[in-house]
C-alpha cells in the first residue's frame, strides 16, 4: 500500500530480458541460455544470475556486426536517418514501460529515469538529422585536375557503459555510431544489464539489419575481448579513469581510436552577487541526480564567503527536504544507489570526512524506507559537508554518491587557482550575475562541459566531454561525427601522368 514497486516490476524485467532472442542477431542462440542477472538496488535482493559472454559469443557478436555493417554502411544518409526516426519513435512509445524497467535496472527515480529515456529519444533525432548531412570537400587542383574527400565509417565499434545512465548511455554511444554508417556491439554494465536489450529490440524493431547494434553480457573479461577483438575499429567508453587507462592501452595494442568519458570531481563557483535561490537549486542540480552517480556533478561547491551562511542554510533545507524511496513513485525524488558495495563506499567516504574535520551539516546516513518490501535496499540521506578544505579526501576524490563537499572562498583568483587543482576536468559551473565575469571565470576554468547560471543540463545538440583525465573525445553535437568516421581523399588526374622517370 501507498507503494508502486511490486513483483510485477521485477516480473517485467526479467521478462523483457528474456526476450533476447532473436533480437541480438547472431546473438539469439547465446541469448536462450543467459538468465540474466538483476542485482535489487530498489529492494536488496538478486533475481537471478548472469553468465557472461566469453569468446565464443564475442566473436559471433562481432562477425554479425560485421555483415551488418557491409550492408549499412552502403546506405544514403537518408536511408540510415529513416531507421534511426523510427527507433526514435518507438522510444517515444514505450518510454513509460523504458523508464519503469530502468528503474528497476539502476535504482534511480521514475521521474528521471523519464528524462533520461528522453535524453535518448531526442539523441538518436538529432543524430538521424546529422546522418542526412554527412559530406566530403571537393578542391580544385592546377590543370583541371581536383581532389575530393569522403567521410567513411570505422567499421565495428565497440560501446562500454556504466551503470548510472544505462539507457541513455546506450543511446549517446550508438546513435552518432550508426548514423555515420558504423554498426555497434555495445556491452552494458553488469550491475545494469536490462535496457541496452530493449534499445537493441528497439533498432531492430525500427528496420536496422540484424546484428547492426547487439548486446553482449559481462563484465571485465567480455570487456576486454571487445577491446582486443581484430575485427574491431574503435572503443567508446563511459566509467572510471583506471578502466579508462586500462581500454586505452588494450586499444592501442590494435591502433584503434578511443572515446573516453570518464569521473570527474569538477568545480561549481557561486559568487555572492548570484540569485541565492537560483544557486541553491543549480547545486542540488549539481549533487543528486541519480543519487549523485553521476560523472559530470560539481561536487565541490565553492561559495563566496560573504554568503555562506544564507547559501549553507537553504541547501541544508532543501536537502532535507528531499523526499528518499521508493522510486516508482512520482513524487520520489531520490531512489537507491547502484548495489550494497557502493553504498558502502560512499558512506564510507562520509565517515572519513568526519575523520578529517568536514561537519556534516544533513545527511550521509544509511536510510530504510517505510515499505517493507523496499527495507533491504541500497538507500541513503543526500549529504552536505561543510568546513571543507582543499585537501580532505571527500573533495580529492570523486565519491560518485549523494554528498555535496562546500568550501568557502574570497577573491576570483583564488577559486579559480583551487578549481583548477585537480587531475580531472569534465565538468565546471559559476553562478553570477555578473556577465564579464562569468565569461571570464569559464575561460579559465579548465573542463569540457560548462554552465553559466546552471548545472548538468546536457542537451544533445552540444558536445559533452572532459579535459586532463577526464577523457577524449567528446559526446553528441555535430563534433562526434569526426569520431565515428574517417577521411579519404581522393587525388583525380585529368592531364597525363608527368613522371620524373
Ligand atoms: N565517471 C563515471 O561516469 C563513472 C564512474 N564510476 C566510478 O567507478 C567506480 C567503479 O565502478 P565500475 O562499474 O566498476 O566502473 P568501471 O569503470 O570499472 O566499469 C565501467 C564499464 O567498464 C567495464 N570494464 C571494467 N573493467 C574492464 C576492462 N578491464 N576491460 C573492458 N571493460 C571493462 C565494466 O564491465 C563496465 O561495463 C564507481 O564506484 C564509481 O566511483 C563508475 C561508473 C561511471
Ligand atoms: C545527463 N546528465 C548530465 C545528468 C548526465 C550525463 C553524463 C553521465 O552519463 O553521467
Redesign the pocket.
Known amino acids: 500500500r501507498g507503494s508502486k514497486f511490486s513483483v510485477r516490476h521485477l516480473k517485467m524485467a526479467l521478462l523483457s530480458s528474456l526476450r533476447t532472442p532473436g533480437l541480438c542477431g547472431a546473438l539469439s542462440h547465446l541469448a536462450m541460455h543467459i538468465p540474466l542477472n538483476l542485482y535489487k538496488c530498489v529492494a536488496g535482493r538478486v533475481l537471478c544470475q548472469l553468465q557472461a559472454c566469453g569468446a565464443a559469443d564475442v566473436n559471433a557478436a562481432v562477425r554479425s556486426a560485421s555483415a551488418a555493417f557491409t550492408v549499412w554502411s552502403k546506405l544514403a544518409g537518408m536511408e540510415r536517418a529513416r531507421v534511426m526516426l523510427e527507433a526514435a519513435r518507438l522510444i517515444g512509445k514505450r518510454r513509460e514501460e523504458i523508464a519503469e524497467i530502468e528503474v528497476v535496472n539502476n535504482g534511480k527515480s521514475i521521474t528521471e529515469a523519464r528524462l533520461d529515456v528522453d535524453s535518448a529519444r531526442l539523441c538518436i533525432e538529432y543524430f538521424a538529422g546529422q546522418a542526412t548531412t554527412l559530406s566530403g570537400q571537393h578542391v580544385q587542383l592546377p590543370g583541371g585536375s581536383f581532389a575530393y574527400t569522403r567521410r567513411e565509417p570505422l567499421g565495428v565499434c565497440v560501446g ?5 545512465y544505462p539507457f541513455q548511455i546506450a543511446a549517446w554511444k550508438s546513435a552518432p555510431a550508426i548514423a555515420c554508417g558504423n554498426s555497434m556491439v555495445f ?5 545494469t544489464p536490462v535496457t541496452a536489450v530493449l534499445l537493441a529490440e528497439i533498432y531492430s524493431q525500427a528496420g536496422a539489419p540484424e546484428g547492426l547494434f547487439s548486446v553482449v553480457q ?3 573479461e ?3 575481448l ?2 582486443h577483438h581484430p575485427s574491431v575499429a574503435k572503443v567508446s ?8 587507462k ?2 586505452m592501452e ?1 586499444a592501442s595494442r590494435g591502433v584503434k581510436p578511443v572515446t573516453l ?4 570531481k569538477s568545480p561549481l563557483i557561486i559568487f555572492e552577487d548570484t540569485d541565492l535561490e537560483n544557486a541553491v537549486r543549480g547545486a542540488l542540480m549539481a549533487n543528486f541526480l541519480s543519487q549523485g ?3 559530470s556533478n560539481g561536487t565541490r561547491v565553492f561559495v563566496q564567503s560573504s554568503i555562506l551562511p544564507p547559501f549553507l542554510k537553504e541547501v541544508a533545507r532543501r536537502t532535507k527536504a528531499i523526499q528518499i524511496g521508493d522510486p516508482l513513485l512520482d513524487e520520489t525524488r531520490m531512489g537507491a544507489l547502484v548495489s550494497k558495495p ?1 553504498l558502502e ?1 560512499v558512506l564510507g567516504y562520509v565517515t572519513q570526512a568526519k575523520k578529517e574535520g568536514a561537519r556534516v551539516l544533513c545527511g550521509g546516513e544509511p536510510f530504510i524506507p517505510a515499505d517493507p518490501k523496499l527495507k533491504d535496499g541500497y538507500y541513503m540521506t543526500p549529504c552536505v559537508l561543510d568546513g571543507c578544505t582543499d585537501d580532505m579526501t571527500c573533495v580529492r576524490e ?3 554518491g549523494p554528498v555535496m563537499s562546500v568550501l568557502s572562498f574570497d577573491t576570483e583568483d583564488e577559486v579559480l587557482r583551487r578549481a583548477n587543482d585537480s587531475a580531472l576536468g569534465l565538468a565546471a559551473g559559476v553562478f553570477t550575475k555578473d556577465v564579464k565575469r562569468a565569461h571570464r571565470v569559464i575561460e579559465n576554468l579548465q573542463a569540457g562541459s560548462c554552465f553559466i547560471n546552471n548545472y548538468n543540463i546536457t542537451p544533445v545538440e552540444v558536445p559533452f566531454g572532459g579535459y586532463k583525465a577526464s577523457g577524449i573525445g567528446r559526446e553528441n553535437g555535430q563534433v562526434t561525427i569526426e569520431f565515428y568516421t574517417q577521411l579519404k581523399t581522393v587525388v583525380v588526374e585529368m592531364g597525363d601522368v608527368d613522371s620524373l622517370f
Do not use: R
Open positions: 562500454i557503459g556504466a551503470w548510472n556491452k552494458p554494465s553488469p550491475v559481462g563484465g571485465q567480455t570487456g576486454s571487445l577491446c567508453f563511459t566509467g572510471s579513469v583506471p578502466t579508462g586500462k581500454i588494450m568519458e570518464l569521473g570527474g552517480q553521476v560523472c557502493h563506499k570523486e565519491i560518485f
